[in-house]
């Protein structure tokens, strides 16, 4: 018993080394910009515009749901021009962030991870290194950057979308005026909630991408390999967006 | 000058490579045969410092490839050209992508980037292939463009790992003629990794056998040939034990 515990600490030691050697090496890639100028612009449109669609779908329903939720909870002890406080507040602080980096975890954590998994086991990324190309500048980098840099635009804009569809359900069916609803939205926004709900989704979208990387590019054992690494990427990449939330709130709330 | 120094690689304990020493001589072939998993690609890939030995070293032109830094080893692998053994192209770029993406590292003008792969893929008959998606060649096509993507960095070594494996006895034939009209016409030295007899013979100026991780012999076509070396008799031959 002490003896597997004792393994299974090491083999996480071991995994923590070789991460921390993962990240010194991206870092050290940074100067090359001639390699991942190239293939940023192409991961900026596959992690961000290309993940809109989902990203908007998921905001317009849950805008429509909290204004729903809030006028159930408020109808009759508070008045109900705070369902625009209740939509702007959890869209930008909470809902926005974190069921956009949930979604994207599955759609760019996966597409990533095997991605580069399959270049694993196909030789491709030693292909790249006999051609000279550092894999962490031609492939890591760009990903990771990309992720940092769109993950927030794409949340602004389903908070944007959410705030949107709350407000035309509150017109709708809660019978609430664009002046009350405006009101609402006006009354305890800080524009901390702004950035606080942007810097976090930079930090879910580098997470989404360092970690379907970093399990891509250790795929071995063939497609099975591949499914491995996906599935884990995903399940990671969601638990660690699920405490970085966390943190943030501690720390920055 | 490619030298195995006293290699040694292990994987899970299980050594691989226990000793393999070797000399590859300017302008010659080397054709390393063996049983499947003797660990003649874990040899190659020492070459390039894709992987990095537990013991021992390779020398090329006496640089040391696992002491070498980052900077020494991009400059070394400009040097070598791989050919791999599913040629590992690269699925979302076009075939005339594939072969200048080496060129595109070394910064060369987009003319002289067009000239040297075209040159390349006039050297592996495939002229008109270049915008072609590798999804749409077949594996012997695939494996030309491979070399072509090898030659075209105008290399001074070219390492060869399982050129004709998984191909028909024709097309293998015509990859043979291929490696053997590349060393002709660019006068490179060239590693061939194979299990192919017929293939070894055609290419290879020498030929070593790798055998439990070390060189069992090591000679000319015709004296491998005429080898009365048990196990050696055993491959060529193509014997059960």
């Known amino acids: 018993m002490i003896d597997r515990i004792g393994r299974y600490a090491v083999d996480r030691v071991r995994a923590a080394g070789r991460f921390g050697h993962f990240l010194a090496d991206l870092v050290r890639a940074v100067p090359d910009v001639a390699t991942w100028r190239g293939p940023l612009v192409v991961q900026m449109r596959k992690i961000g515009v290309d993940s809109l669609p989902v990203a908007l779908f998921i905001a317009a329903f849950t805008g429509v749901v909290l204004a729903l939720q809030a006028s159930y909870t408020f109808t009759g002890t508070v008045p109900l021009y705070v369902v625009g406080t209740v939509v702007a507040k959890t869209m930008m602080l909470e809902l926005g962030p974190v069921l956009t980096g949930l979604a994207l975890s599955g759609r760019v954590g996966a597409s990533v991870a095997a991605e580069l998994g399959t270049m694993r086991v196909t030789e491709q990324v030693d292909a790249l290194e006999t051609l000279a190309y550092d894999p962490q500048a031609y492939l890591v980098l760009p990903r990771v950057l990309a992720g940092t840099v769109m993950v927030p635009l794409v949340v602004a804009l389903g908070i944007a979308v959410g705030i949107l569809t709350g407000w035309l359900t509150s017109l709708s069916l809660l019978h609430l005026s664009t002046p009350e609803f405006v009101k609402g939205l006006k009354l305890l926004y800080r524009f901390k909630d702004t950035w606080f709900g942007l810097a976090k989704s930079a930090s879910f979208g580098m997470t989404i991408t360092l970690i379907g990387c970093r399990l891509g590019l250790d795929t071995w054992g063939g497609a099975e390999g591949v499914g491995r690494s996906t599935t884990r990427a995903v399940v990671f990449s969601a638990m660690l967006i699920l405490a970085l939330d966390a943190f943030w709130a501690v720390v920055l709330l | ?241």
């Not at chain 2, 390393?32 to 190659?44: D, E, H, M, N, T």
């Not at chain 2, 070498?68 to 005339?96: K, N, W």
């Open chain 2, 1 to 241: 000058m490619i030298q195995f120094r006293d290699l040694r690689k292990a994987f899970n304990g299980r050594p691989v490579l226990d000793g393999f020493t070797l000399d590859v001589k300017d302008g010659e072939t080397m054709v390393i045969i063996g049983f499947s998993g003797s660990g003649k690609s874990v040899a190659l890939k020492h070459v390039v410092g894709l992987l990095h030995p537990d013991g021992g070293d390779v020398i090329v032109d006496g640089r040391a490839v696992s002491q070498l830094d980052r900077a020494g080893l991009t400059a070394l692998r400009g040097e070598i050209g791989y050919v791999f053994q599913f040629a590992a192209l690269f699925d979302s770029l076009t075939v005339e992508e594939n072969v200048g993406l080496g060129l595109v590292r070394r910064r060369l003008p987009e003319r002289e980037i067009a000239s040297r792969v075209h040159d390349a893929l006039r050297l592996v008959d495939l002229p008109d292939s270049g915008p072609r998606y590798p999804a749409e060649l077949s594996g012997g096509m695939r494996k030309r463009v491979g070399i072509a993507r090898a030659i075209a960095l105008r290399p001074r070594y070219i390492l060869y790992d399982e050129p004709t494996t998984g191909l028909d006895p024709v097309t293998s034939a015509v990859m043979d003629q291929l490696m053997v009209r590349t060393r002709e016409q660019l006068g490179v030295t060239g590693i061939v990794v194979t299990h192919d007899m017929r293939s070894a013979y055609t290419v290879g100026d020498r030929i070593a056998m790798l055998y439990e991780g070390r060189v069992r012999q090591v000679g000319g076509v015709r004296e491998i040939q005429a080898s009365a070396d048990p196990i050696v008799r055993q491959f060529i031959e193509g014997r059960p034990a």
